[in-house]
C-alpha cells in the first residue's frame, strides 16, 4: 500500500528529457539515416534548406506539429512513430501490397547482449562490403 510520503517512481538524475528539441530531432535524425536518407533529399521534400533542416536534427530549432507530421510523411511513418522511437528497440519492417502502405512493423526491446551482438554483425558486414568494393575496383583496374 502506497502512502503519501512514498515515491510512486524514482525520477532518474539527469536523464534526456524524450520530449525535448533535442530528443526529437535526435530520433528525426537516426530514423532518417536508418531509412538511408541524405539530409539534403528530406530537406527537399520538405521545402527547406539543408541547414534548417538540420537545425531540427540538432535541436536547435523548434517543431511544430505540422512540420513533424512533414518530416513523418517523408520518413514513411507516422509522427508518434517518430516520437516513440528508441534505438534500444529492434524494428522489422515488412512492406505489404498496396492495401497496406505502411507496411507491418514488428518490434521488441533489444538486450545490450543481442544489441552488442547485432552492432558487431553490421561492423562485420561493413568490412566484407568495403573489401568487395576493393576487389571490385582492382578488376576494374585490370580491364583498362
Known amino acids: 500500500m502506497l502512502t503519501n510520503d512514498e515515491p510512486v517512481y524514482e525520477e532518474q538524475e539527469n536523464a534526456p528529457d524524450p520530449w525535448s528539441l533535442s530528443q526529437v530531432g535526435e530520433k528525426v535524425r537516426r530514423l532518417r539515416e536508418i531509412k538511408g536518407m541524405k539530409q539534403e533529399s528530406v530537406a527537399q521534400e520538405l521545402g527547406m534548406t539543408t541547414n534548417g533542416y538540420g537545425k531540427i536534427e540538432r535541436g536547435e530549432s ?5 512540420r513533424l507530421e512533414q518530416i513523418a510523411r517523408v520518413l514513411e511513418m507516422s509522427p508518434l512513430d517518430i516520437l516513440r522511437f528508441d534505438e534500444k528497440t529492434v524494428y522489422h519492417i515488412q512492406n505489404m501490397n498496396s492495401s497496406a502502405p505502411q507496411g507491418v512493423v514488428n518490434n521488441y526491446v533489444a538486450t545490450e547482449k543481442e544489441r552488442a551482438l547485432m552492432l558487431e554483425q553490421i561492423k562485420m558486414l561493413n568490412e566484407l562490403i568495403a573489401n568487395q568494393a576493393q576487389v571490385i575496383e ?4 585490370r580491364k583498362t
Open 62 to 66: 523548434s517543431i511544430t506539429l505540422e
Open 138 to 141: 582492382s578488376i576494374a583496374r
